[in-house]
């Protein structure tokens, strides 16, 4: 778990191109192996789709095909957000304090099996709401009710004034990320709870606590003990920080026992 | 003369388990044999051996830190630490000398496990 003062943004632009370089060669590379076993280039490009979609949901970078696969996604029911988009907890109803609004319907979202989620995707665009004098200081949008309890699903609003709609959003979102510094409404959310928790009473797993993330996986050329000073001589690694992947070539540790 | 064996330990990196569950996804869907799959993980292995040594050049940063060494252990050849009350530091070189980008993380616990350097894509 991460402790106060934390760059959030610490570049890792290196592991997003290390990856992304990772998935064009072992595609290109497992190419013959397909073939030696009478596979179709179909299924390679299966392979290179969901590894893509997976690495995507696992957050630990910013890829080039991020952008696609978002739309893509639509008719998978994902529940996303991007710049002035909200989001609603799987049994959220997120009411904007304005009087006169749009009310949208209640949606009765399909869950992975339905047929629905596959046909072409289902897109809300709600109507631009145009600047009225008299809504002046309220967006009027009511969100749909969406009775969806898991992946994404994602809203697109198109407004003049952005920011003023993200304000009036309250974010009661029980997983995946979401960029915003007010985490008041996590609180009312037992949903997954546990999983937002980062003790290591919850997720340990066996006697030394392992818990997923915050693990560095490299190679040692040196490890060096004089009384109790350790110093570590490390390459050729990858490291999961704060829920992020970073690459490096070296990396070295002093470290008292 | 056999062929160059590389580690599996970047398996249990992001880009390692998010392959082996499209591998797997794939399985169950039956569109390919676990045989297949198998080779696949080993060009993982090796794609990603290879593109972390410096000659290739994209990971190019240093990272440095300090912490409270919890626990140590050296088991076959591989080490494993749990530092805990970490200070991490990221430098950046990849845009080559006009700004070097340092990026500082405190984490409380972290966890190393490394391989033996002499012997990777080795014997």
């Known amino acids: 778990m991460l402790t106060s003062g934390v760059v959030v943004s610490m570049s890792n632009a290196e592991a997003t191109k290390l990856y992304e370089t990772i998935i064009e060669e072992v595609i290109s590379d497992s190419r013959q192996d397909f073939e030696d076993s009478g596979i179709d280039e179909s299924t390679l490009q299966e392979l290179r789709r969901v590894w893509c979609e997976k690495l995507s949901q696992s957050g630990v970078a ?4 991020d952008d696609e696969i978002h739309h893509e996604n639509l008719g998978h029911g994902h529940l996303s957000v991007q710049e002035s988009m909200g989001v609603l907890a799987p049994d959220g109803l997120l009411a904007l304090d304005s009087s006169g609004g749009l009310e949208l319907p209640t949606l009765s979202y399909p869950t ?7 046909s072409g995707g289902m897109q809300l665009q709600l109507p631009t709401v145009l600047g009225n004098d ?7 949008l009511m969100l749909p009710r969406v009775n969806q309890t898991d992946g994404q699903f994602e809203l ?16 009661g979102q029980a997983d995946g990320e979401f960029d915003d510094d007010d985490d008041s409404a996590h609180d009312s959310q037992d949903i997954n709870s546990d999983l937002d928790d980062g003790s290591d009473s919850d997720k340990s797993e066996g006697e030394e606590g392992y818990q997923e993330g915050q693990i560095m996986l490299c190679l040692y050329d040196k490890v060096q003990r004089v009384k109790n000073k350790w110093k570590l001589t490390l390459k050729e690694g990858i490291a999961n920080i704060g829920g992020r992947d970073y690459v490096f070539q070296k990396a070295s540790g002093e470290n008292e026992w | 003369m056999s062929a160059p064996v590389y580690y599996e330990i970047y398996r249990r ?9 499209a591998l797997d996804s ?15 993980l080993n060009n993982f292995d090796r794609v990603i051996s290879d593109l972390l040594k410096s000659e290739l050049g994209i990971a190019k940063s240093k990272l440095t830190f300090k912490g409270d060494l919890h626990t140590y252990r050296f088991c076959d050849d591989v080490w494993t630490f749990i530092i805990k009350n970490v200070l991490i ?7 080559s000398g006009d700004m070097l980008n340092d990026n500082e993380l405190s984490v409380d616990r972290f966890k190393i496990v490394a391989c033996n350097a002499r012997k990777a894509g080795e014997l």
């Open chain 2, 89 to 95: 530091k990221l430098t950046d070189v990849s845009n």
């Open chain 2, 13 to 21: 990196a992001t880009i390692g388990t998010t392959l082996a569950d």
């Open chain 1, 134 to 140: 008299e809504y002046d200081d309220s967006t009027g």
């Open chain 1, 112 to 118: 992975a099996t339905g047929d629905r989620g596959h």
């Open chain 1, 62 to 65: 910013k890829f080039t095909w």
């Open chain 1, 156 to 171: 697109t609003f198109e407004t003049s004034n952005a920011k003023q709609l993200m304000k009036k959003f309250q974010v």
């Open chain 2, 26 to 40: 794939l399985i169950t869907d039956q569109q390919i044999q676990p045989q297949l799959a198998n080779k696949i």
